[in-house]
Every structure is written in structure tokens, then in C-alpha cells.
């Protein structure tokens, strides 16, 4: 299993930016798809953004389309979700996850095997 560890999180305004990190070990990186989800209070996990394992395709929530990119660097093992435009309904601890299965890209949170321990999003209003 991939040992992943996000940072970026923190508090900003509404309007605001974040750019959150996702650096991975342990396994093969950059063979598996790479996903962000994020868990609000009260609510359950939901799925944010996935990236192929090139890099080549991306997926968004209908939410955070047109805000969130999602991009990867295969040589860094680590994946980043900038933020843009945020909205107080994006607070949540957000969360990296890698895929179960090489090359599947997936938006299933069955799907992905390896969590990090998830990094605070506070947008305020």
C-alpha cells in the first residue's frame, strides 16, 4: 500500500485559493490514479477530483468543476488540488487516495485502497 501524506489546508475567505499536496511512498506512484475526496461535518465522504495515472485524463464533482484542478507530478510523487473561486459549502477535511488497481480510473471511493490522514479546508463567508 502508497503511504499518502496531504498539507496545504488551512483557513481562507471566500473567493480565496488553496493548493493542496498530496506526496506519496511505498509504491509504484505512478502506475495508479490519484483522487481527492473531502468529508464536510455531519456528511459523508464525497469525491472531489481523480487523475489517470499519466495524467492524461481528469475527473471533477459537478460542485468544483470549473474551480478545482487536479495535477500530478510523477517525478515528485505527489499530487496537488488547487482551489480556486472557494465557497463556505467546500469546508471539509479533504483527503488523497490512490487507486486500488494499476491504471483504473475510478470515481468510486470503494475503488481506492490508500488514504491520507485528510487536511482542513475552512472557507469562511
Known amino acids: 500500500q502508497a503511504q499518502l501524506v496531504e498539507s496545504g489546508g488551512g483557513l481562507v475567505q471566500a473567493g480565496g485559493s488553496l493548493r493542496l499536496s498530496c506526496a506519496a511512498s511505498?509504491?509504484?506512484?505512478?502506475?495508479?490514479?490519484m483522487g481527492w475526496f473531502r468529508q464536510a461535518p455531519g456528511k459523508e465522504r464525497e469525491f472531489v477530483a481523480v487523475?489517470?495515472?499519466?495524467?492524461?485524463?481528469?475527473y471533477y464533482a459537478d460542485s468544483v468543476k470549473g474551480r478545482f484542478t487536479i495535477s500530478r507530478d510523477n517525478a515528485k510523487n505527489t499530487v496537488y488540488l488547487q482551489m480556486n473561486s472557494l465557497k463556505p459549502e467546500d469546508t471539509a477535511v479533504y483527503y488523497c487516495?490512490?487507486?486500488?488497481?494499476?491504471?483504473?480510473?475510478?470515481?468510486?471511493?470503494?475503488?481506492?485502497?490508500?488514504w491520507g490522514q485528510g487536511t482542513q479546508v475552512t472557507v469562511s463567508s
Open positions: 511505498g509504491r509504484a506512484f505512478s502506475s495508479y490514479a
Open positions: 487523475i489517470s495515472w499519466s495524467g492524461g485524463n481528469t
Open positions: 487516495a490512490a487507486a486500488k488497481n494499476r491504471a483504473v480510473v475510478t470515481t468510486l471511493i470503494a475503488d481506492f485502497g490508500s
